[in-house]
């Protein structure tokens, strides 16, 4: 079992819609959360980080639960420009710190 | 703008040959850097992780004799691919943070051997 793990999808959407994806990870001592996106050929941009309270930024809703181990990414009134793979990335700290990707969920957005 | 400069963006190169790329932190001190491999339509892989001033930690089944990364300065890292062969033909990124910050990602270089 992969320590991060995501829906790969894709999820294939229309234009307006509200999607939700959501990113499991198995060990405890995960500290911080991130949210990335990868539009095609390029390389990860942050999209926002993960806090414990929950936090939104614009259309772009992200929160942790950290009893059930995941963290989720909520997106409102999609627009075509979403389209990207969205990639949730652990940090976790044992006798050294360590990034950890999950393998990401396609999103594409149809008009 | 970019906080992390990756160079070349793309390169291409005769087999056998050997191709250095650069990974710079513009405005920050990088205490660690990630270097990444991506082949078409899969995740990102982490190929290992540099420490500045010490030997870089690599992932299992990546070849340290054939990957060479150095970390020399807080801002510089390098991953040299010796003696590349098609196979190695990627989308190589590398990252770049300050202690528990998020990561900055370098914009990647497109490495084809033919």
């Known amino acids: 079992r992969k320590e991060v793990e995501q829906d790969p999808g894709p999820f294939n959407v229309p234009e307006g819609a509200t999607v939700a994806f959501n990113c499991t990870y198995s060990?405890?001592?995960?500290?911080?959360f991130f949210w990335y996106r990868q539009d095609c050929r390029k390389e990860p941009k942050l999209l926002m980080s993960?806090?414990?309270s929950g936090n939104e930024d614009g259309r772009f809703t992200a929160q942790l639960n950290r009893a059930s181990q995941y963290i989720s990414l909520l997106i409102r009134d999609s627009k075509l420009s979403d389209s990207a793979t969205y990639l949730c990335?652990?940090?976790?700290?044992?006798?050294?710190?360590?990034?950890?990707f999950g393998s990401g969920t396609r999103l594409s957005i149809r008009p | 703008g970019a906080v992390v400069s990756q160079h070349p963006s793309r390169v291409i190169c005769k087999s056998g040959t050997s191709v250095k790329i650069e990974c710079r932190s513009l405005?920050?001190?990088?205490?660690?850097m990630f270097w990444y491999r991506q082949f078409p339509k899969q995740s990102l892989m982490l190929m290992a992780t540099?420490?500045?001033?010490?030997?870089?930690?690599?992932e299992q089944g990546v070849e340290k004799d054939k990957f060479l990364i150095n970390h020399a300065s807080l801002t510089l890292s390098t991953l040299t691919v010796t003696s590349a062969h098609p196979e190695d033909s990627s989308f190589y990124i590398c990252?770049?943070?300050?202690?528990?910050?998020?990561?900055?990602f370098g914009n990647g270089t497109r490495l084809t051997v033919t």
């Open positions: 990252s770049a943070r300050d202690f528990n910050s998020p990561l900055h």
């Open positions: 060990n405890s001592a995960s500290q911080s």
């Open positions: 993960v806090y414990s």
């Open positions: 990335v652990v940090n976790r700290y044992s006798s050294a710190s360590k990034i950890i």
């Open positions: 405005d920050f001190q990088a205490t660690t």
């Open positions: 540099s420490n500045e001033g010490s030997k870089a930690t690599y």
